[in-house]
């Protein structure tokens, strides 16, 4: 299944997509896409369901963030060879796990906002693993069965205060707007393997990111059992498994983003997102 919240910010409902990518509201069937939803059965009950006889949505619609509000977003750091050598740090030898604020979740195709004082803005598609129930203590055997589905997740990083503002990575990483997902919560079942998808980045038509998740270092089965032994994973958190080689401050001389420009962002079987850059404006 493909499901989907759609509507205003803040007034999103859920939906899922029908075989000709019509969204088909699920409102009659399920509250929402949450954590808690999730936690209560939600993919079980909405299996059950004729997609065909649920209301279609007419017309144009926003499109929501996949899942509202997940308790948290574990990012993986440097998990692809060319992306680690672009950046002339060495390959992890264990993976590298860092987190990102919720509040920068928005909607696939809302527009990203340049936070005040920025400098060096930065893209990073990355497939989204979505957990389906509370895991931890995790055996790679045991991982699939707690994985609900996956989504693309744009780790949007801002160099300047990621790297050279003192401290962690997190200030770089949790602005507004810094972490479009969706637009699909995409079921397991319908992703044959997720460490053989291909994916691809482009800002004003010109491919930055063109890669495949086949060349992560630690792969998707690895990462959720390893971090599950350091935290415990809930339904609707969701783990960035890092990004290829392509990011904007791998470039020579380095790109970043400038109010305009458009992003796109697209893996196979999880659809596509487009982002416009805007600036703040200064109160
Ligand atoms: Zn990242």
Same mark, same amino acid.
């Given at each position: 299944?493909?499901?989907?919240?759609?509507?205003?910010?803040?007034?999103?409902?859920?939906?899922?997509?029908?075989?000709?990518? /019509?969204?088909?509201?699920?409102?009659?069937?399920?509250?929402?896409?949450?954590?808690?939803?999730?936690?209560?059965?939600?993919?079980?009950?909405?299996?059950? =369901?004729? $997609?065909?006889?649920?209301?279609?949505?007419?017309?144009?619609?926003?499109?929501?963030?996949? $899942?509202?509000?997940?308790?948290?977003i574990?990012c993986?750091?440097?998990? !692809? &060879?060319?992306?680690?050598?672009?950046?002339?740090?060495?390959?992890?030898?264990?993976?590298?796990?860092?987190?990102k604020?919720?509040?920068?979740?928005?909607?696939?195709?809302?527009?990203?906002?340049?936070?005040?004082?920025?400098?060096?803005?930065d893209w990073e598609i990355e497939?989204g693993?979505?957990?389906?129930?509370?895991?931890?203590?995790?055996?790679?055997?045991?991982?699939?069965?707690?994985?609900?589905?996956?989504?693309?997740v744009n780790d949007v990083s801002?160099?300047?205060?990621?790297?050279?503002?003192?401290?962690?990575?997190? &200030?770089?990483k949790?602005?507004?707007?810094f972490c479009?997902?969706?637009?699909?919560?995409?079921?397991?079942?319908?992703?044959?393997?997720?460490?053989?998808?291909?994916?691809?980045?482009?800002?004003?038509? /010109?491919?930055?990111?063109?890669?495949?998740?086949?060349?992560?270092?630690?792969? =998707?089965?690895?990462?959720?059992?390893?971090?599950? &032994?350091?935290?415990?994973?809930?339904?609707?958190?969701?783990?960035a498994?890092g990004t290829?080689?392509?990011?904007?401050?791998?470039? &020579?001389?380095? =790109? !970043?983003?400038?109010?305009?420009?458009?992003?796109?962002?697209?893996?196979?079987?999880?659809?596509?997102?487009?982002?416009? $850059?805007?600036?703040?404006?200064?109160?």
């Amino acid at each position: 299944m493909r499901l989907i919240r759609f509507g205003e910010p803040g007034h999103e409902k859920p939906g899922v997509l029908d075989a000709n990518g /019509t969204i088909r509201d699920l409102s009659g069937i399920v509250r929402d896409i949450t954590p808690e939803t999730l936690a209560d059965g939600l993919l079980d009950k909405v299996s059950g =369901v004729k $997609i065909d006889d649920m209301p279609a949505v007419q017309g144009a619609v926003r499109i929501g963030p996949c $899942i509202k509000r997940p308790g948290k977003i574990v990012c993986i750091g440097l998990n !692809y &060879k060319d992306h680690a050598d672009e950046a002339g740090m060495e390959r992890p030898s264990e993976p590298i796990v860092f987190m990102k604020a919720t509040s920068s979740i928005c909607g696939p195709n809302d527009n990203l906002i340049l936070p005040l004082d920025y400098e060096k803005v930065d893209w990073e598609i990355e497939l989204g693993v979505v957990i389906g129930q509370h895991a931890s203590y995790l055996d790679d055997a045991s991982v699939e069965s707690v994985i609900a589905g996956y989504c693309i997740v744009n780790d949007v990083s801002e160099r300047s205060f990621q790297l050279a503002r003192n401290g962690q990575w997190t &200030k770089g990483k949790s602005a507004d707007t810094f972490c479009p997902i969706g637009p699909w919560l995409v079921t397991k079942d319908e992703i044959q393997d997720p460490d053989n998808l291909p994916l691809k980045l482009t800002v004003d038509g /010109t491919v930055y990111q063109d890669s495949n998740t086949a060349q992560m270092i630690f792969d =998707v089965k690895t990462l959720v059992s390893y971090v599950s &032994k350091f935290m415990s994973l809930e339904p609707g958190d969701i783990i960035a498994t890092g990004t290829p080689a392509g990011v904007g401050m791998g470039q &020579k001389p380095p =790109v !970043y983003l400038q109010p305009g420009n458009e992003l796109v962002l697209e893996i196979d079987g999880l659809g596509v997102q487009r982002q416009t $850059i805007v600036e703040m404006a200064r109160a």
